[in-house]
């Protein structure tokens, strides 16, 4: 594929909001993840909550949207004056041809809990309730879109944990396809009592904050949070130090509704699919950003993947242990950590993660390591085997331009 550079980027979640904030809680090894105290949840686990979303008002115009999803999601637009980005290359541009492709998994699910709980005496649902402009997973697409005032394609993908990862390959191909010549991408998932207390059925969560890849995995930490991205094609402004999306692959493996292949056979046909897109080899990638969620299964499986393609030399880890599996949302935060992995140097090591398992051969960071690097990949996978993994770049040479 031809390289899209990321022009602009932000991300919000336990850890911080906005570049700054994440990169200082990265830097110091500091997590985001505390007990369990939201809303009604009695359960014994940790999460990772973006505090003050409650405080966040939607503007007037949007007001038939407002959930915390879309609070969240503003709140994460509001940062590294992302939004002003994107109003820069609608005027240059044009609003018709950005187009909005985003991630999620449960939307606005909370809003159709507090719904529930204010139901008639025949069962019938609030007049105020609007499923359509906040539980309906395109209503993250469609606000977003009015709140950034474009008129491109938009378009919500929902394939659990994989959602905001195969929103880059959705922008590539529309791009490739001339449909469209920037995209917003992105992720927001918010925390909900389905989701938390699904896990929990699954016997899916930590007892208390994750810690993936460690000999005493126990499960996985909910978290919440939204990340965005512009991409475009590399113009004369997006020289040496540039962040570039230079590859994606994606599979679907279908092995079983709730857990991986015991080999990653799918995950590997993702891995080797972004690497072919973009022209490297295994030994070119210099940190994997592992999908990493904690539970026995994902990390054993996603391990055999990797040692399998990779070996055990490639430094790799989970921020999962500082920001929570932030779920539809967590491929978009991921590959934002991976522009700072790359713009900083900085590879982040794997909180809470104190003895690896020695039965997952990996080289597997569990404190931070100063290392310029010019190659990452990124993986998400999620449930049924939706497995995205993206290949980001630090362009160390001025582009060539059409």
Partial sequence: MKPLALTHYTATSAIGRGLGETLAALRAGRGGLAPCTFETAVLETC???????????????LARFDCRNHRLALLALEQDGFGEAVRRCAA???PARIG?????????MLETELAYRHRAP???????????????????GDFVRRALALEGPAAVISTACSSSAKVFAAAVRLMAAGLIDAAVVGGVDSLCLTTLYGFSALQLVARGPCRPFDLARDG??????????????????????TITLTGFG????????????????????????ALACAGLEPGQIEY?????????????????AVAALFGAAVPVSSTKGATGHTLGAAGALEAVICALALRHGLLPGGLNTTAVDPGLELAYLTGNRAAPVT???SNSFGFGGSNCSLVLERRTEEPAHD
């Fill in 47 to 61: 999460i990772g909550e973006v505090p003050g979303l409650d405080a966040v008002r939607v503007p007037a115009p």
């Fill in 92 to 94: 240059r541009l044009g």
């Fill in 100 to 108: 909005v492709l985003l991630g999620t998994s449960t939307s606005g």
């Fill in 122 to 140: 025949d069962g019938a649902l609030p007049a105020s309730f609007d499923y359509a402009a906040t539980h309906n997973p395109y209503a993250l």
């Fill in 220 to 241: 996985i930490s909910i978290g919440e949070g939204a990340a965005f991205a512009l991409l475009e094609r590399p113009g004369p402004d997006t020289g040496p130090g």
């Fill in 250 to 273: 994606e599979s679907s493996d279908a092995y079983h509704m709730s857990s991986p292949h015991p080999d990653g056979l799918g995950a590997q046909a993702a891995m080797r699919q």
């Fill in 288 to 304: 994997i950003n592992l999908h990493g969620t904690g539970t026995p299964s994902n990390d054993s499986a996603e391990a055999r």
């Fill in 375 to 377: 190659r990452v990949l």
